[in-house]
T-cell receptor, first 111, second 117 residues
C-alpha cells in the first residue's frame, strides 16, 4: 500500500539555522512526491514537488530530492527565517487522485 | 494562487444534530473536490472525492449516510455530518482541483474544526 512516514516534531530552530525534515515513503508504482506547508490559520499550500527519481523540487529556498533508492524525499533549507514557522506535510500521489499525507511536522523558528 | 474557502471555520454542536460545512473555490472552477479529516497529531485522511454533478466516491470505512457530500456546482461542495456524535469531533479540510490544470494540483481550504458536545 501507500504510506508516508514523516519526522515527528515539533522542531524548534534559531533563525539562520539549517533545516532538515525527514520523509520516507512506501508506494506501489512510481509516485509523485510533494511537500505542503500550512501557515497558521491558512490552508495547505504546495511548497514543492518532484515527479520522478532524482528530480529536485525547490521553492523559497527549500529543496527536496526524490531518492528512489532510499524511498526518501527529505526537506532541507540552508537558513530558516521566522516566517518559515509553519506545519510541513510530506505527501505522495499515485494516479490521478489520492494524496497520501504524513503526519506533519511543526517548525518554530525563533529570532 | 487559487483560493479555496471553508465555512464555518469552527463549529460546536450538540450530539444528535447535523452540521453542514461549505467548501468554495473562489477564483477557479473545480470539477473535483476532496474532503479530508485530520485527528490531532495525525495525517490528513481522505474521506471522499466528489465530482461536480455526480455522486461522491467514499473511501473504505467512511459512512456515506453519515457524511453526506453534495457537489452541485463547479465552485461549491458541502459536507453534512448527520446526527453528529462526540467521536465525529475533528478537523475537516476540503481541497479542490481546477478543471483545466495540466497537473493534478489540489488547492486546500483552511479547514473547519468541529466539536460535538
Amino acid at each position: 500500500g501507500n504510506s508516508v512516514t514523516q519526522m515527528e516534531g515539533p522542531v524548534t530552530l534559531s533563525e539562520e539555522a539549517f533545516l532538515t525534515i525527514n520523509c520516507t515513503y512506501t508506494a506501489t508504482g512510481y509516485p509523485s512526491l510533494f511537500w505542503y506547508v500550512q501557515y497558521p490559520g491558512e490552508g495547505l499550500q504546495l511548497l514543492l514537488k518532484a515527479t520522478k527519481a532524482d528530480d529536485k523540487g525547490s521553492n523559497k529556498g527549500f529543496e527536496a530530492t526524490y531518492r528512489k533508492e532510499t524511498t526518501s524525499f527529505h526537506l532541507e533549507k540552508g537558513s530558516v527565517q521566522v516566517s518559515d514557522s509553519a506545519v510541513y506535510f510530506c505527501a505522495l500521489q499515485t494516479g490521478a487522485n489520492n494524496l497520501f499525507f504524513g503526519t506533519g511536522t511543526r517548525l518554530t523558528v525563533i529570532p | 494562487g487559487a483560493v479555496v474557502s471553508q465555512h464555518p471555520s469552527w463549529v460546536i454542536c450538540k450530539s444528535g444534530t447535523s452540521v453542514k460545512i461549505e467548501c468554495r473555490s473562489l477564483d477557479f472552477q473545480a470539477t473535483t473536490m476532496f474532503w479530508y479529516r485530520q485527528f490531532p497529531k495525525q495525517s490528513l485522511m481522505l474521506m471522499a472525492t466528489s465530482n461536480e454533478g455526480s455522486k461522491a466516491t467514499y473511501e473504505q470505512g467512511v459512512e456515506k449516510d453519515k457524511f453526506l457530500i453534495n457537489h452541485a456546482s463547479l465552485t461549491l461542495s458541502t459536507l453534512t455530518v448527520t446526527s453528529a456524535h462526540p467521536e465525529d469531533s475533528s478537523f475537516y479540510i476540503c481541497s479542490a482541483r481546477a478543471s483545466r490544470t495540466s497537473y493534478n494540483e489540489q488547492f486546500f481550504g483552511p479547514g473547519t474544526r468541529l466539536t460535538v458536545l
